[in-house]
């Protein structure tokens, strides 16, 4: 026999109880009602009990949340149900991100440079960077302990666009550059190139974060494999450093 | 408007005469019954083993005598 809806045809303060009148037996498939809380004075959860001869009170099934005071709701009650999720999901939290810009400085072969990014700033998480000057140079600055990702771009001036370029970069963390902790080195074709991969460097707090195109670097660029002798003057040097999330900070606690 | 909401229940409840099915509201905070919640357009889906009239069950309106005053008496003479 086909499943049959029987409504109610009328409506009652709560609660409304349905009889299974004699010599009946049901399965029940589905229910479904208004809970219409106009008057309510509290938040109330709309629910169905089942009742056995007795007045004894079976299970209860409910909804997850409640209805807030004066609120109303039409409840579907159904095998594999739930509540539907929020419309919006939380969106997950950014990675805290620092970029700083130097736009001036000349790579002078066969001696130490030092990136001074005093042409812009900018972050998301002021609580974890910032920016310090040492010595006339501005560097980002690391404000919170943890690991961290560093990457740069820089376009070149006096290289040639179809070149290769090889260059070895120091990653400095802490104050006067004492502890070259890091290397990266980068290669890029077509004029640009840019360092920085899957690297996470643990970082102290309070610490500036410097970038050193050091004199003991043997080759500073190649092109189609000769290595450059001119100097190499970054047109726009873009630095990015950007703090690993909790994952790795529970995996390698700073 | 009322805003939509499901929750789920068991498959295959399969129930005779004499059971209630209740549509109820309960107070978050204590569980009680919340009367001044008005339920309406209700209905059940169901498998109608038994073939009989079903349209009878709701009882609408229906007064709760379990907890009348120890002196209270039906009146003499009946209804």
């Given at each position: 026999?086909?499943?049959?809806?029987?409504?109610a045809?009328?409506?009652?303060a709560?609660?409304?109880?349905?009889?299974?009148?004699?010599a009946?037996?049901?399965?029940?498939?589905?229910?479904a009602?208004r809970?219409d809380?106009?008057?309510?004075?509290?938040?109330?959860?709309?629910?169905?009990?089942l009742?056995?001869?007795?007045n004894?009170?079976?299970?209860?099934f409910?909804?997850?949340?409640?209805?807030?005071?004066g609120?109303?709701?039409?409840?579907t009650?159904?095998?594999?149900?739930?509540e539907?999720?929020?419309a919006?999901?939380?969106?997950p939290a950014?990675?805290p991100?620092?970029l700083?810009?130097d736009?001036?400085?000349?790579?002078?072969?066969?001696?130490?440079?030092?990136?001074?990014?005093?042409?812009?700033?900018?972050?998301?998480?002021?609580?974890?960077?910032?920016?310090?000057?040492?010595?006339?140079?501005?560097?980002?600055?690391?404000?919170?302990a943890?690991?961290?990702?560093?990457m740069?771009?820089?376009?070149?001036?006096?290289?040639?666009?179809?070149?290769?370029?090889?260059?070895?970069?120091?990653?400095?963390?802490?104050?006067?550059?004492?502890?070259q902790?890091?290397?990266d080195?980068?290669q890029?074709?077509?004029?640009?190139?840019?360092?920085?991969?899957?690297?996470?460097?643990?970082?102290?707090?309070?610490?500036?974060?410097?970038?050193?195109?050091p004199?003991?670097?043997?080759?500073?660029?190649?092109?189609?494999?000769?290595?450059?002798?001119?100097?190499?003057s970054?047109?726009?040097?873009i630095?990015?450093?950007?703090?690993?999330?909790?994952y790795?900070?529970?995996?390698?606690?700073? | 408007?009322?805003?939509?909401?499901?929750?789920g229940m068991?498959?295959?409840?399969?129930?005779a005469?004499?059971?209630?099915i209740?549509?109820?509201?309960?107070?978050?905070?204590?569980?009680?019954?919340?009367?001044s919640?008005?339920?309406?357009?209700?209905?059940?889906?169901?498998?109608?083993?038994?073939?009989?009239?079903?349209?009878?069950g709701?009882?609408?309106?229906?007064?709760?005598?379990?907890?009348?005053?120890d002196?209270?008496?039906?009146?003499?003479?009946?209804?």
């Open positions: 026999m086909a499943d049959v809806l029987v409504p045809p009328g409506s009652s709560a609660p409304l109880d349905y009889l299974i009148p004699g009946q037996e049901i399965i029940l498939k589905a229910l009602a809970f809380g106009s008057a309510a004075a509290a938040a109330f959860y709309p629910a169905v009990q009742i056995a001869p007795g004894i009170t079976g299970p209860t409910k909804t997850r949340s409640s209805v807030a005071a609120g109303s709701a039409d409840v009650f159904g095998p594999f149900l739930d539907d999720a929020a919006t999901p939380a969106s950014s990675l991100i620092a700083g810009i736009f001036s400085t000349t790579i002078t072969a066969g001696v130490n440079n030092t990136m001074n990014l005093s042409d812009g700033f900018g972050t998301n998480d002021t609580s974890v960077f910032g920016t310090q000057t040492v010595g006339g140079r501005t560097y980002l600055q690391v404000k919170t943890g690991y961290y990702r560093a740069m771009g820089c376009q070149p001036e006096d290289v040639a666009d179809t070149g290769i370029i090889t260059s070895s970069w120091f990653w400095n963390f802490g104050a006067g550059r004492v502890d902790s890091a290397l080195t980068g890029f074709d077509g004029g640009q190139f840019a360092f920085g991969g899957l690297n996470r460097w643990l970082i102290a707090s309070d610490t500036f974060f410097a970038i050193d195109h004199a003991s670097t043997a080759v500073i660029v190649k092109i189609n494999g000769a290595n450059l002798t001119g100097n190499l970054s047109q726009q040097t630095v990015a450093l950007q703090r690993q999330g909790d790795f900070d529970n995996i390698f606690p700073a | 408007m009322a805003a939509p909401m499901n929750t068991p498959v295959g409840i399969d129930l005469d004499g059971w209630r209740r549509f109820t509201a309960l107070t978050a905070t204590t569980g009680v019954v919340d009367t919640v008005v339920v309406s357009q209700a209905s059940l889906l169901v498998d109608n083993l038994g073939g009989g009239d079903l349209s009878t709701f009882t609408l309106g229906e007064i709760e005598w379990l907890n009348l005053p002196n209270l008496v039906a009146p003499a003479g009946g209804g």
